[in-house]
């Protein structure tokens, strides 16, 4: 198995223990989008409780990659991305927060 397919089956059990039903394409092309940084533990997860981390996500994908730049709806979509894993959830998988993030925002098409 390769170390791309390892990272995606983490990303699917963890969706599971979230009780987040997914769809296999989306997951796949937004976790091909996030490049080599997948393989990096750190960079591999979002800090939710780190403001310059959640301002990166907002401007380097919401603003840049989705095309929302609406505050109020960034801030209420990342709230809830935050909650579906829960606040103490050392596991807030990038690959997974951003694929939370295109399905709040209705921007699959961008993956597809």
């Known amino acids: 198995m390769s170390k ?11 969706m599971t223990k979230l009780n ?14 996030l490049g ?17 981390e959640l301002d ?6 919401i603003n840049k990659k989705l095309g929302v730049t609406d505050d109020a709806a960034i801030e209420t979509a990342i709230t809830k991305v935050v909650e579906q894993f829960g606040s103490s ?3 807030k998988y990038r690959a997974i927060f951003y694929y939370l993030l ?3 925002f209705k921007k ?3 993956f597809a």
């Open 36 to 52: 080599p940084s997948i393989y990096n533990n750190d960079a591999s997860k979002v800090s939710s409780s780190d403001k310059t």
């Open 4 to 14: 791309f397919d390892e990272a995606l089956e983490t990303y699917k059990k963890e």
């Open 89 to 91: 959830n050392p596991n």
């Open 108 to 110: 699959e098409e961008i």
């Open 20 to 33: 987040i039903t997914w769809d296999d394409d989306l997951l796949k092309s937004v976790t091909k989008s």
């Open 102 to 104: 295109a399905k709040e």
């Open 56 to 61: 990166r996500v907002k401007t380097n994908f």
